[in-house]
């Protein structure tokens, strides 16, 4: 019996996220806990629901705009 290799059509063999995704979520992190004036720690935002650390890290953007 030949073996088969099935890949997905990503062909990647395991589920992972691309360079671009990563850096985006970790600047993210970064941004969240440095402009968050000590209200966070790296493991609280690396915990977070996605929802709500989307929501923490555009009012903090927005914030931050009508501060400049």
Do not use: C
Request: zero cysteines; charged letters at 20%; aromatic letters at 18%.
């Amino acid at each position: 019996m030949a073996s088969r290799r099935v890949l997905s059509p990503s062909q990647l063999r395991f589920f992972g996220l691309t360079q671009e995704y990563r850096k985006a979520l970790f600047m993210e992190i970064h941004d969240i806990v440095y402009y968050g004036g000590g209200g966070f720690t790296y493991d609280q935002v690396v915990n977070m629901p996605v929802w709500l650390r989307k929501f923490t890290y555009n009012r903090i953007y927005v914030t931050r705009q009508k501060e400049n």
